[in-house]
């Protein structure tokens, strides 16, 4: 898709951010690995589920399953791997973000590397005819066995090591028709290890690769990666062979802690289970994909510039239009050397969006009035914690902003600890030359936030507002760029390819929702926009657009 801008009289800076509005589940990073005695690296996983409404009694069908995933990993891995915290989103919620989209039924399948893209997955479901994962604790091992094989596409970047169909011969990296099954091993047959029968979990090793007539077994593993699974995880990923067909696979993630676990040449792979330890970090979370979070503005005399406030209200405003109607609940407050509460906590909806919107525009500032930076984070907090609205289970987040130094109120540091015990982060933001950078961002790391420093441009407020936004929101970034576009004198006459200006994006087909942002700086008459996909029709037109701010 390309974006085409065309603008008359001057010539402008315009920074552009495409967002996809979704939701940012709990951390889909695993931990970092360290020694060979160094912690588990443990694997938190998020998923999306086709059901809006799950009893308690049916959501412990759904946690055994998990469960067994769990058992899965630990004795796949050796010991080194993990199932952390996976969270359930309802409703199909948070798809495009999700590890796992978990549907009525399916064919149940994982993305080779999919873990390392964005809006890849593994496609799960609660019947995989005939068997139904959800029926008893036979269908529940199944179904938590058959995650693990597929995390072994999707997590291990592995190959399949069964028998194929006849009709996946003429395709590579499938199972055929002709290769043969490796024993004891989950990228052939998981469903085995039901039972008790662990040794079926286990990735396979150069030892059953071995047939006992001679000879090596031939797998799509094998076709791929020319080694058994084992041998693969512990090697160099530059190891691998990239010729021919190879060269058009997804490129394999390294997990370098699992080279220390890798059984040694000639001998079966460990036997880890039963172990109470495969379990040791597993927490199930029920999850809603909606967010809360208070921005907080600084209304002191030092904000009594020309550019200052309003450009500050401008990138507040644009936060207000990026919050996707459902999911999002916003308060805004003011502080000075007093607090004001600007709009109270409220759900967000297409409707109340130009009043939010319009009550930012109506901050003033007071000449001379001081900052009370630490009353204005505690009020957020407060109203956070107090608010009737906020659910249990909302993510929460307070942005702050700041142009000085603190010197009324209470000393911001002492907020700290009780942002931490709300498990609710602070994104600071350090604004312009005269802010306190030390403080801004103490708070932010002691809260667990993220701090900024901005210019107090409207192009840098606006990324670092944006920036924030997609870190803490229900949203993800796909491209941002500021480009020079020269003037051009007569707007509304044809123009030819080469008079246009155009900046491209790449858009996955798996996204279920595009917001184009555009900053410039200009009258609403300087410009216009259209998005042109790749075969030039149709254009998305300016009908499509809406002003933040003219």
């Known amino acids: 898709m390309n974006l085409n801008r065309l603008f008359k009289q001057v010539a402008v800076v315009l920074a552009l951010i495409t967002i996809v509005m979704i939701v940012i589940p709990p951390s889909l990073t695993h931990s970092a690995p360290g020694a060979p005695d160094a912690p588990p690296v443990i694997i938190d996983l998020v998923i999306s589920l086709h059901k809006s409404t799950v009893p308690l009694a049916d959501r412990t069908k759904y946690e055994n399953i998990i469960g067994y995933l769990a058992d899965a990993i630990f004795e796949a891995s050796n010991g080194e791997n993990k199932i952390g915290t996976v969270t359930f989103y309802l409703g199909g919620a948070c798809a495009d973000k999700a590890d796992i989209v978990w549907l009525a039924s399916c064919h149940p399948n994982g993305a080779i590397s999919g873990r390392a893209v964005n809006g890849q997955n593994i496609e799960f479901c609660d019947l995989f005819t005939p068997t139904d994962f959800l029926a008893n604790d036979w269908g529940h091992q199944g179904g938590g066995y058959t995650l693990g094989h597929e995390m072994g596409h999707y997590y291990y970047s592995m190959y399949d090591e069964y028998l194929g169909h006849v009709s996946y011969d003429s395709i590579f990296h499938f199972p055929h028709s002709t290769d043969n099954p490796v024993p004891d091993a989950i990228m052939n047959d998981q469903w085995d290890a039901r039972g008790g029968n662990y040794k079926w979990l286990n990735f396979s090793i150069a030892k059953n690769y071995q047939m006992s007539g001679g000879g090596t077994r031939v797998t799509a593993q094998s076709r791929v990666y020319g080694t058994s699974c084992w041998e693969t995880l512990a090697r160099a990923v530059s190891a691998d062979p990239r010729n021919g067909q190879r060269a058009g696979m997804p490129v394999r993630i390294h997990h370098p802690e699992l080279a220390a676990v890798a059984p040694a040449a000639g001998t079966d792979a460990a036997i880890d289970l039963p172990n109470s330890a495969a379990r040791s970090a597993l927490n199930v979370v029920w999850g809603s994909c909606s967010i809360a979070y208070q921005i907080v503005i600084d209304k002191s005399g030092s904000m009594d510039t020309t550019s200052k406030m309003p450009n500050v209200k401008k990138a507040a405003k644009l936060l207000v239009d990026l919050a996707p109607v459902g999911y999002s609940t916003i308060g805004v407050i003011a502080y000075d050397d007093t607090v004001t509460v600007v709009q109270p906590l409220i759900d967000i909806t297409t409707a109340n969006k130009a009043t939010i919107k319009t009550k930012i525009d109506n901050i003033t500032i007071i000449p001379g009035a001081y900052t009370a930076i630490g009353d204005g984070a505690k009020k957020a907090l407060d109203d956070m914690l107090a608010s009737a609205i906020v659910t249990k289970d909302q993510n929460k987040v307070v942005y702050l902003l700041s142009d000085g130094k603190n010197n009324r109120g209470i000393n911001p540091l002492t907020v700290i600890p009780n942002y931490v015990a709300a498990k609710i982060p602070l994104y600071t933001f350090a604004y312009g030359a005269d802010a306190d950078v030390t403080l801004m961002q103490s708070l ?107």
């Open 444 to 550: 932010a790391t002691g809260t667990g936030g993220k701090y900024y420093f901005s210019p107090t441009t409207l192009l840098d407020i606006t990324n670092a507002f944006q920036d924030a936004n997609l870190q803490s929101s229900p949203s993800v970034g796909i491209s941002n760029d500021a480009v020079v576009v020269e003037p051009t004198e007569y707007m509304y006459s044809p123009k030819s390819a080469d008079q246009m200006s155009y900046e491209s994006i790449q858009v996955d087909s798996t996204l279920s929702h595009l917001d184009v942002v555009v900053v410039y700086e200009g009258s609403e008459d300087d410009m216009y926009i259209d998005l042109v996909p790749p075969d030039n029709y149709p254009y998305y037109s300016p009908d499509y657009c809406e002003e933040s701010e003219s």
